[in-house]
């Protein structure tokens, strides 16, 4: 059994005053709920104050948005795998299409940091997916194929199993238009496959796969329905510490 993984990318948001008056509306409305990974990914300077507020949050993990694959050193204006650590990260997001495009993050670039996440004991959320000109074009599965093979390569199969991937198709994000579920689900039963393909079905059954692109509370339970959407990757929504709650909440009552 894949345990579901609901993920808060708060992007550029985020001051650690509202990080701190999040924490005390989110944990309350979260309570006991334990089924369901909860895993929040601040921007960088509200890291250390967001896993100090977790600390007696059992169960409730934190994440970085991006970091460099170097060890520390002479790379200024980056951050590296053990300054995550030192601040509790479990996870680090990495390829996500604002990096892609903004910041001309390409697979060998993505590979690099997944490799260096994974040598630090960090799981990476590595973020794939189309945009609407290559959906239109039919090429959803030639991107996901390249995505996968280039931003997952030399990773061993039990490596992969700690890697969750997100799927957001570009179209998605921030746009209101979420995938249907039937939509998400091929697209998520495609990347499994790819897994099986070149890492075994071993790997395949126990890689998490997130959802990603306006997830909020109302869609939540039919896409995580899906029988291969173990969870979602969630921007605007997780902002609204009670909307991400339901979010979770949602999760969980699918779970039964
Ligand atoms: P939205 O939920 O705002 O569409 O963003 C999705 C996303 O990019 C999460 O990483």
Same mark, same amino acid.
């Given at each position: 059994m894949r345990?579901?993984?609901?993920a808060?990318?708060w992007? $550029?948001?985020m001051?650690i005053?509202?990080t701190?008056?999040?924490?005390?509306?989110?944990?309350?409305?979260?309570g006991?709920? !334990?089924?369901v990974? &909860?895993v929040?990914v601040? +921007?960088?300077?509200?890291?250390a104050k967001?896993?100090?507020?977790?600390?007696?949050?059992?169960?409730?993990?934190l994440?970085a =948005?991006?970091m460099?694959?170097e060890?520390p050193?002479?790379?200024?204006g980056?951050?590296?795998?053990?300054m995550?650590r #030192?601040?509790?990260c479990?996870?680090v997001?990495?390829?996500?299409?604002?990096?892609?495009?903004?910041?001309?993050?390409t697979d060998?670039?993505v590979?690099?940091? &997944?490799?260096?996440?994974?040598?630090?004991?960090l799981?990476?959320?590595?973020?794939i997916?189309e945009?609407?000109?290559?959906? #239109?074009?039919g090429?959803?599965?030639?991107?996901?194929d390249?995505?996968? !093979?280039g931003s $997952?390569a030399?990773l061993t199969?039990?490596?992969?199993?700690?890697?969750?991937?997100?799927?957001? +198709?570009?179209?998605?994000?921030?746009?209101? !238009?979420?995938?249907?579920? =039937? @939509?998400? @689900?091929d697209?998520?039963a495609?990347i499994?496959?790819? &897994?099986?393909?070149?890492? %075994?079905q071993?790997?395949? #059954?126990k890689?998490?796969? =997130?959802y %990603?692109?306006s997830?909020?509370?109302?869609?939540?339970?039919?896409? $995580?329905s899906q +029988?291969?959407?173990d969870g979602a990757?969630?921007?605007g929504?997780?902002?609204d +510490? !009670?909307?991400f709650a339901?979010?979770v909440?949602n999760t969980a009552?699918v779970? %039964?």
């Amino acid at each position: 059994m894949r345990k579901k993984i609901i993920a808060a990318n708060w992007k $550029m948001n985020m001051t650690i005053g509202e990080t701190e008056a999040f924490f005390g509306t989110f944990l309350r409305e979260l309570g006991d709920e !334990r089924k369901v990974e &909860v895993v929040i990914v601040p +921007p960088f300077l509200a890291i250390a104050k967001a896993s100090e507020l977790l600390r007696s949050a059992q169960g409730v993990k934190l994440g970085a =948005q991006n970091m460099h694959w170097e060890k520390p050193g002479a790379f200024t204006g980056e951050v590296c795998a053990a300054m995550l650590r #030192d601040v509790f990260c479990n996870y680090v997001v990495l390829g996500h299409s604002e990096r892609r495009t903004y910041f001309g993050e390409t697979d060998a670039i993505v590979n690099k940091k &997944v490799l260096a996440a994974h040598a630090n004991t960090l799981r990476p959320i590595l973020c794939i997916g189309e945009t609407l000109a290559e959906r #239109d074009g039919g090429l959803v599965e030639k991107v996901l194929d390249t995505q996968i !093979r280039g931003s $997952m390569a030399g990773l061993t199969a039990e490596q992969v199993e700690e890697t969750v991937i997100a799927y957001e +198709p570009v179209w998605a994000i921030g746009t209101g !238009r979420t995938a249907t579920p =039937q @939509q998400a @689900q091929d697209a998520h039963a495609f990347i499994r496959k790819t &897994v099986a393909e070149i890492w %075994g079905q071993a790997a395949a #059954d126990k890689v998490r796969i =997130q959802y %990603g692109g306006s997830v909020k509370p109302a869609n939540t339970a039919e896409l $995580m329905s899906q +029988p291969d959407i173990d969870g979602a990757l969630v921007g605007g929504a997780s902002l609204d +510490p !009670r909307g991400f709650a339901e979010i979770v909440h949602n999760t969980a009552r699918v779970l %039964g």
